[in-house]
């Protein structure tokens, strides 16, 4: 048995799932914060084996989704920009903006270009020596070390031609944001296991320790997840709030330390704006002064306009655990993955997309 397939095992499975259900918990609300566990949940029909006392949340994970639409706009600005091509993640692409998303621009004839890693970028920049190769990094804490390796080895190589227009968050700031506003009801959280693996499950502790609330880190697989569910339901019950790290093999209590040492080395904290959240404190990761040569918005001069929402999108309360994406006017409608009005149903890990795709029809 490969170890992949010992996580799907159905046996193991459907002994969790009913030691989930003769759980006493009465009814409770447990948050995933990672757009990865929300389609892995659907995909693994995680939903649908749970007890009806069992309410089940996406939280704002996705960080496509959270990428504001005023970091869009600049983006786009910077697109345009004579001299310049941006390149990005595929998902960003799709994504509207406040008049136009990057897809519409390149479509315009704007040098708009997919990159599966900034070595990606890096090595366009390396073979166009006369444009200006700007990566507009999105991403979370899992993806900022290969930010910040992109940076070291732009400067290493000495590229002058090679910057980040940097919209990266920190997912610690963003669930403290969440709680803070006390609009959603949660009595358990699903730790990612991605950002997890860099930070430490310890970066956790606080969830436990300062607001009461039992966390599980998990990893991706259905065994996981359900390993992750009961570990919370059974704290719940017990009314022991405590960390707990279902996803060892991968997650260490004190993290990737050299990973997120580069990440320190190049990036500093600052405030950023996020999708339904507004501005965080100390939520964004800019480039140091150091690496100021790096850092688009320094490089470039641009203009952008004042940005807006589409008014009937509702990301934002989606994003927040507010309202499910059926109660959203919308969905499955005027937005759709072929065309949406924002990035919850454009990304793969957004959960308009997640809900359109595996649970529309329970709508």
Not at 15 to 42: L, Q, Y
Not at 81 to 86: C, K, N
Request: contains cysteine.
């Amino acid at each position: 048995m490969s170890v992949l397939t010992a996580f799907r095992d159905s046996e193991r499975a459907r002994s969790i799932i009913e030691r989930i259900h003769r759980r006493n918990t009465g009814d409770i609300s447990i948050m995933e914060f990672c757009g990865g566990h929300t389609v892995a949940i659907f995909r693994s029909g995680i939903r649908s084996v749970m007890p009806e006392s069992v309410r089940m949340l996406s939280g704002p994970g996705c960080p496509v989704c959270v990428t504001s639409n005023a970091d869009l706009d600049r983006a786009v600005a910077l697109a345009k920009t004579p001299g310049v091509t941006i390149t990005t993640y595929g998902d960003m692409l799709k994504v509207p903006g406040s008049r136009e998303s990057l897809m519409q621009v390149r479509a315009q004839g704007y040098p708009v270009e997919i990159v599966y890693s900034t070595l990606d970028a890096l090595k366009l920049a390396e073979e166009q020596p006369d444009r200006e190769i700007v990566f507009f990094a999105i991403g979370f804490e899992t993806t900022a070390p290969a930010a910040a390796a992109a940076v070291l080895q732009a400067r290493k190589r000495g590229l002058k031609n090679f910057s980040i227009c940097s919209v990266m968050k920190l997912t610690i700031p963003g669930a403290r944001a969440l709680l803070a506003m006390g609009e959603v009801k949660v009595d358990g959280v699903i730790g990612p296991g991605h950002v997890s693996s860099i930070i430490g499950s310890d970066a956790w502790r606080f969830l436990p320790e300062e607001h009461g609330i039992p966390v599980a880190i998990s990893g991706f697989e259905p065994l996981d997840l359900l390993a992750a569910t009961d570990a919370i339901m059974e704290m719940h019950e017990q009314r022991r709030p405590a960390l707990v790290n279902t996803y060892s093999r991968v997650v260490r209590p004190e993290g990737n330390r050299k990973a997120w040492g580069a990440v320190e080395e190049v990036f500093t904290l600052d405030e950023a704006g996020w999708r339904g959240f507004g501005i965080i404190p100390e939520s964004g990761l800019v480039l140091r002064e150091e690496f100021a040569d790096f850092d688009a918005d320094r490089r470039f001069d641009i203009t952008v306009e004042d940005s807006e929402e589409h008014p009937a999108c509702r990301c934002g309360e989606v994003l927040r655990g507010v309202i499910t994406p059926h109660e959203c006017k919308v969905f499955g409608t005027a937005c759709t993955p072929e065309s949406p009005l924002g990035p919850c149903m454009v990304s793969s890990e957004g959960s308009c997309a997640a809900y359109y795709h595996y649970q529309r029809q329970l709508a």
